[in-house]
Nanobody
Framework: QVQLVESGGGVVQVGGSLRLSCAAS????????MGWFRQAPGKEREFVAA????????YYADSVKGRFTISRDNFKNTVYLQMNSLKPDDTAVYYC?????????????????WGQGTQVTVSS
């Protein structure tokens, strides 16, 4: 079983950048497909990005493509989400998620392990 802890959230102005981190413990991160999801108030939790075990392939929601970058450092047991050109619509609680086997990377029901979330607020 893996435990996930997100960090790096905060308040940023429109057009700014943040880098979120997700630190894993309990098991080696390299065994897991990793994803980032977000949930805004009153909305469903939605897919943001995902990365395969080796980091060779990445996937993005259309709304963040070209602005966000997911990466991982399996030696540090950490996954990152670099967020650039932030918009007010990016305001949400951001969660990292993990699972040993994921078929549909954008489907939150595919992930068994979740962090507690970190708040990102983009002010205009």
């Amino acid at each position: 079983q893996v435990q996930l802890v997100e960090s790096g959230g905060g308040v940023v102005q429109v057009g700014g950048s943040l880098r979120l981190s997700c630190a894993a413990s309990g098991r080696t991160l390299s065994a897991y497909v990793m994803g980032w999801f977000r949930q805004a108030p009153g909305k469903e939790r939605e897919f943001v990005a995902a990365i395969t075990r080796s980091g060779a392939r990445t996937y993005y929601a259309d709304s963040v493509k070209g602005r966000f970058t997911i990466s991982r450092d399996n030696f540090k047991n950490t996954v990152y989400l670099q967020m650039n050109s932030l918009k007010p619509d990016d305001t949400a609680v951001y969660y990292c998620a993990a699972d040993l086997l994921v078929v549909r990377v954008g489907d939150k029901s595919e992930y068994d392990y979740w962090g507690q979330g970190t708040q990102v607020t983009v002010s205009s």
